[in-house]
């Protein structure tokens, strides 16, 4: 949970930093080209990608967070590096939503869930002819310069985290699980089995069978 909080408590920080010092737009050079500030607004989701009304992407980014939210719980307090990896992706999908569903009534007297997300850290990782690198599809001039904000980076990292810990959790950790469970189990199981059987009384010295029994005489 602290991890959660503290991605969207620095995610909100710097986007409100960025709206009351940047217009939209403007670009300030931090390294170079390589990295700069500029402040854009994303409709749609990453790399601006779009479908459907713009509430849909509200929607489906709140129903996505809500599993995450599900199975975050599942794993409970096990393998830290796994819990830690989601609740950056937790916090980063929910710095965004934020945004999406606040900001354009905040900014623009728009409906709920109509905002756009901010972004503003513009990584300038590619510029040139795409026939530099693969010669077949021609000479078309190409740049490859994301622009996204803490949330993005966030989710990012939290999704590498996940791929890279996710063998030892399925390997190490959920068997564990398992044989907890199943050993849970075991101990009712062996309960039973130490309760002492119902043996009939055993004769009085000197008593075999039948004898004693005066019925017969």
Do not use: C
């Amino acid at each position: 949970m602290t991890t959660v909080v503290s991605v969207i408590i620095l995610d909100q920080i710097t986007k409100i930093i960025v709206l009351n010092t940047m217009t939209k737009g403007q670009s300030i050079d931090i390294l170079g080209r390589w990295l700069k500030l500029t402040f854009t607004e994303n409709p749609g989701m990453a790399f601006g990608i779009t479908f459907g009304p713009p509430a849909l992407i509200t929607i489906f980014s709140l129903m996505a967070t809500v599993l995450i939210i599900l199975y975050l719980f599942k794993v409970g307090g096990v393998y830290k590096p796994y819990r830690v990896s989601l609740s950056l992706v937790l916090g980063g999908a929910l710095g965004n939503i934020i945004d999406r569903v606040f900001y354009g009534m905040i900014l623009y007297d728009e409906p709920l869930f109509l905002g756009k997300v901010v972004d503003f850290i513009h990584i300038n990782i590619w510029r040139g002819y795409v026939s530099d690198v693969v010669p077949i599809i021609g000479g078309k001039y190409l740049a490859l310069f994301p622009i996204w904000n803490v949330a993005d980076m966030a989710i990012v990292v939290g999704v590498a985290g996940i791929i890279f810990f996710q063998r030892h959790f399925h390997k190490q950790v959920v068997p564990e699980m398992n044989s907890a469970g199943d050993g849970e189990n075991g101990d009712t199981n062996a309960e039973v089995a130490l309760e002492p059987a119902v043996t009939p009384e055993a004769p009085l010295p000197g008593q075999a069978s039948g004898e004693g029994d005066d019925s017969g005489k």
